[in-house]
Each structure stands twice: as C-alpha cells, then as structure tokens.
C-alpha cells in the first residue's frame, strides 16, 4: 500500500471495455496533499493499436480529499475537451495510415507484392518450431512475404503465441483472419461461442447483436485476429431448401438488413474488420446440372437483385470492409455464363464494383477443392480470380506456386501491375487502419482478462434464451407439476458420433434427479425402439430432443422412418403429454406436427453455432424459469411463417 486515496468517475468502464471510446478520471493522490486527475485513455499496448498516454492535471494545491469528487465533475468538460482532440484509439489517422501504405508498397518487388495478396491457412494448436507445418508457415511469412493467413482451432493462448511467432518474422505486417460465425468460440476452444445468425433474428433486437459483435471482436483482437469472414449475409427463402440453416440471419431482408448493421458497427468499434459472404447468395443455390460439384443460383434477375442482392446491398451499406465470393454462377445475371462468382468478372467488377458500389477489398474463397483446381487450374484459378476482379486469393492449393503464377500473369500482360499495386495499397492501408503498422503484436496477459470471459458467457445465453422460439404449445407449457421418476427423455439424432448429446443427457440427469433417459442412432435394433415405447406409455410426461441437422441439398428435416413411426405410437398414448425442442432445425416440426409443444432453438453445432447452450435454456423451460419469446426468422411452411412465435 502506498498511501494513497484513489476514486474514479468514469464514462465506460476500461477494465471490461478496453477498445471504447471515451473517459476515465482517477484521483491518485494521497489524503491532505496536491490533487492529481489522470485520464486514462483506453487503447491498450500489444493488441496492434497506437498506445495513448494518460493526461495527468495536478491542482498544485492541498484539498481535501472529501472535495475530490465535487472538483473532478468540475473538471470534466476541461479534461474532455482535452480528450476530444485526442486520436481515436481505435483506428489510425488516414493520412499516416496512407503515407505508411504508399511507403510500403514502394519498397515490395513485384513477387512481394504479388504475395501480399495471398492468404493460406494455419491451425492454431500447438507445434513446435522444427514441425514442418510450422516450419512451412514462418517461410511464408518471412522469406515470401504473405499478406496474412486464416486461423483454424486452437486454445486462446495457444492462438496468441502463434501468431505472435508469425509477426514476429513477417516484415510487413501480417493479417489474420478467422470464421467468427458462432463467434470466436467457433474456433478457438474456449473463447466465446454464440449461436449461430438465425437466432439473433429470433430476438429481433439489434442492440443485442450489437453487444455481441462487440464480444466477438475484443475477443478476436485481444488474441490477434484483424479480420472474420462473417457476417454471413446469404438469405433463406426456400423451406424446401434451406442450404445455410441458422448460418443465415433468415428470409426477413428488411430485418437482416438491421442486424447486418449492427453487427458491422459492432465489429467496426472495436477494431475489427467484416465480411459479407458468400456473394452472390448460398442462401438459396442449388446444384449446377452442367458443372459437377458446382451451384448456381436458378432464378430470374429480378429475384436475385431484390432478395441476394439486396441483404449484400445491405451489407455495403453498413460498411463491411471485405466481400466474400462464392464458387456460385449466376446465368440470369451474367448472360446466360456458367462461371462462377470467383471467377466471372460480370458479377465481380459488374455487380459488386459497379452496382452495389463497394470500394472495399473482394477476396475469393477457397481455392483449394479439387473440382475448383480440376475446372480451372490449380495455379491458374488463382490468377482468374484476379482476373475478374478480386484483390485476395484465399487458400489456394499451393500459396507460393500460386504466387509465382500470378506473377508470370502480370508480366505475360493478363493482369495489369497497376491493378495489383492498387489491391495491396487498400490491403496496406486496412493494416495501417489497425495500428498494424506500429504495433503487430498482443499482449499475452490480456488474453486471460478478456477471452471467455464470464461476463462475456452470460451475453451467449441471452441470445440463447431470448431466441427459444415456441411454435405449438396445445396447454402443454407452462408445466403446472411433473415428476422426473416418471417421465422419460428420448434423444434423436441424426448421426452415431454427436458428443453433444451425451453432454444433453448429463445435463438433463443433473437437473432432474429420477429422469430415465433413451437415445435414438441409426442402426438401433428394434427390440430397443419396443423398449421405448413401452417405457412411454408408462410415463407421465416424455420429452424429445431433436439433434438432427438437415440436409443440405435435401430433405430439410431428416427423420428415419423408425423414428417417426415412434413417434406416432407416443403421441397416440400420450397426445396432450409430449414436450419436444429441436437443437438448431425448425423444419423437424413439419413432419411431427401433432406435438403438442414444440420448441427450437437456433445452434447446430461447428459453423452452424453453438447448439449446448440451448441446453441450458431448454432446462429453464421445463423448470418454469424461462418463458420463450422467440420468433421464427424464416418460413417453414404456411402454417409457421415468418414471425411466427408463442408465448404464454
């Protein structure tokens, strides 16, 4: 202890918002002695932003220190005029951030600049140095000069000093890229998970979204990601098709519109950079009979332009900084052409440059998969893309025979030099933006103050328990009185390995002591199903929890046909006694219709958002803690359209 009387009067608090703007005055001085005011600014160093020194006012005078208080509100419109002339900590002056980008990109070679438009992808568990993965990602970074790369898997620490260790040799700063569509937690082991879009349009609620892009982006910078290929900006129209599932903010365009917005404020305030994708739409593709392994989007250019192009029209709008292609065709848009978005520069340069006016930075997606290389070249898909018009490859099958593909292509003539000078400036001065070009590094200790955090988790279960949507509840809900000793769980699900439902049934045992549960897998004998069915015909009350994804070019609620005889034998021995939630897929209720309360919720687990969570809120259902509220994103059929939802 030193002595001193410390108090503090503050705007945002800076301990649990440390990218926010605004102001933090703290006494810091002892009983009796001279006042002294600091205002903290609240960039920290080591996250790859310009550090702020504290503004320090000294009174020169003594005052007591009951007086402290009164004369820092006294203060404050002097000390915020002060900080009002202060930098935004969060993004780098433009002149500086440009000077810096004509700079750099002034001393690259060609090969250099060429490669600065190349991101590959890295796994954040743990390797030693002499691994040879490892040993292949430094070289990438060091000796060829890689513009950044995209980060799978990992620990948040884990996360944090690899990519450190690649800062560390990369001359030009590195940008690091992430899927955050569940949030960081999607991948990172421990990070905060969130459910996936869908259920943030069941909430309706914009500052809600908010909120949580703003977790998922100090969350991301905190560890060292610049960039997440999200928001996922593709709609879902089409019950029979639903390719996206929760990943889509869902059919209302007017409403995913607002939550688009939101979530690029949200990201934009903390310091992080957005992606629209997958451009033009998976929302709705179906497979291209012409081109195996290839989809295309089979509708007229009037549909296309109000509902996919209009959410990425959207998108821009709300300033997203990076477009995402697809390897989708579009042959209502593009003259009847079967290439796609990746490399078709009708819909790159013809839709996204000049119609929806994006001046921000296009990257492709994968590159990598065989029916892409087989189509289009394994080297030589790289340098269409660029072609048409993007200034990012991602993930080519060979980052440096791609590198030196592209660089063959400029000088043959078929890509202009200019134009790669212009894509590595705009990629530059989104580094420079970040306070990259000062600082590339993160602080190791933060990692543990911010990641996962338990403030953090109760913002996942809020989504969560404010997206449970109620679609058929026939007196069921709320439950009056029930026994666990007689009552019975069946869990069904679509696929034999789904650890999740194992962490259900755990879940469900601790909170109701006596509960017998059953687990429905393919492959089950039908003595097991008699068994069931004998033990629900004894029971008061049966509960069913659906764990079954759907397909994705097909059937939107995979049920076996033994499931749904099941089913039928339970709901004619128990029709007003059956309660069932569906862990991420509405569409389960179009064919079991008759329960007579229905539940879901919106996580399917991996890229399709964190499905346990709904755990916990289905729990607080059944003990009467939690009443949903949700309401449905999209269309399932016509008697559970869009905005449909119970309550009671």
């Not at 943030?200 to 560890?223: Q, V």
């Not at 992080?272 to 989007?297: C, E, I, Q, S, V």
């Not at 079954?548 to 006694?577: F, H, M, T, W, Y």
């Not at 919106?602 to 939690?626: A, H, M």
């Amino acid at each position: 202890m030193n002595g001193n009387t410390t108090s503090s009067i503050s705007g945002r608090n800076p301990a649990t918002t440390p990218w926010s703007s605004g102001w933090w005055v703290r006494t810091i001085s002892p009983p009796e002695r001279p006042l002294e005011l600091s205002l903290f600014a609240f960039a920290k160093e080591g996250r790859g932003l310009p550090a702020m020194p504290s503004i320090r006012i000294t009174t020169g005078k003594q005052i007591p220190n009951s007086m402290n208080k009164r004369l820092i509100w006294l203060l404050i419109p002097v000390i915020m005029g002060i900080a009002a002339g202060c930098a935004d900590p969060k993004v780098t002056p433009a002149g500086e951030a440009e000077r810096w980008a004509d700079k750099t990109l002034a001393g690259l070679s060609l090969e250099k600049k060429v490669a600065q438009l190349i991101c590959t992808d890295i796994s954040g568990t743990y390797l030693p140095e002499d691994d040879s993965r490892m040993a292949g990602w430094l070289r990438l970074a060091g000796q060829h000069g890689i513009g950044g790369f995209v980060l799978y898997g990992g620990t948040p620490s884990e996360v944090a000093l690899l990519l450190n260790r690649l800062q560390k040799e990369a001359s030009v700063p590195l940008l690091i890229s992430a899927d955050f569509e569940g949030g960081p937690g999607q991948q990172v082991t421990g990070a905060s998970e969130f459910p996936g879009n869908m259920a943030f349009a069941a909430t309706r609620d914009e500052d809600l979204m908010y909120r949580a892009a703003r977790i998922m982006a100090e969350e991301g910078r905190t560890m060292g990601i610049h960039l997440t290929y999200t928001p996922v900006t593709d709609v879902s129209l089409s019950p029979d098709n639903p390719q996206e599932s929760v990943r889509s903010f869902g059919g209302d365009i007017e409403l995913n519109g607002r939550l688009l917005k939101a979530y690029v404020r949200g990201y934009k305030e903390t310091g992080m950079l957005t992606t629209a994708k997958h451009f033009p739409g998976r929302g709705d593709m179906k497979a291209f009979p012409d081109f195996p392994g290839f989809n295309y989007l089979d509708k007229s250019a009037t549909e296309i332009e109000q509902h996919e192009f209009k959410a990425f029209q959207f998108a821009v709008n709300a300033g997203v900084d990076f477009i995402m292609t697809e390897h989708v065709a579009v042959p209502s848009v593009t003259g009847g052409s079967g290439l796609p978005a990746s490399v078709e520069p009708k819909l790159v340069r013809g839709i996204i440059r000049d119609k929806l006016g994006f001046e921000g930075i296009i990257t492709s997606d994968d590159l990598w998969y065989d029916h892409v290389t087989a189509r289009f070249g394994k080297e030589d898909v790289a340098v269409k893309a660029l072609e048409a018009g993007h200034d990012i490859v991602l993930k080519p099958k060979d980052p440096v025979a791609a590198i030196s593909a592209i660089v063959e292509a400029v000088k043959a003539g078929r890509i202009p030099e200019e134009q790669i000078n212009g894509s590595v400036r705009k990629l530059l001065v989104k580094k420079a933006q970040l306070g990259l070009h000062s600082n590339k590094f993160i602080e190791l200790d933060e990692v543990y103050k911010i990641v996962g955090t338990r403030d953090h988790m109760k913002v996942v279960q809020e989504v969560a328990d404010r997206s449970v949507t109620l679609l058929r509840n026939d007196g069921v809900l709320p439950l009056k009185s029930w026994d666990p000793n007689k009552t019975i769980h069946i869990t069904i699900q679509k696929t034999d390995d789904q650890p999740a439902v194992r962490d259900l049934v755990v879940k469900m045992a601790g909170s109701f002591a006596g509960l017998n549960t059953f687990s429905l897998r393919p492959g089950l004998a039908e003595d097991y199903y008699q068994a069931v069915e004998k033990a629900a015909q004894g029971a008061e009350l049966v509960i069913l929890s659906f764990l079954v994804q759907r397909d994705r070019s097909g059937d939107p609620a995979p049920l076996s046909p033994e499931d749904l005889e099941l089913i039928r034998k339970i709901l004619a021995a128990k029709p007003n006694r059956v309660i069932a939630m569906s862990f991420g897929n509405p569409h389960i209720i179009r064919k079991t219709g008759t329960i007579p309360a229905f539940l879901v919720g919106y996580g399917e687990t991996g890229w399709y958002g964190n499905q346990p969570v709904y755990f916990d809120s289905f729990i607080r259902i059944l003990k009467g803690e939690l009443i949903p509220a949700g309401k449905l994103p999209i269309e399932v059929s016509a008697d559970y359209p869009v905005g449909f939802g119970l309550t009671y």
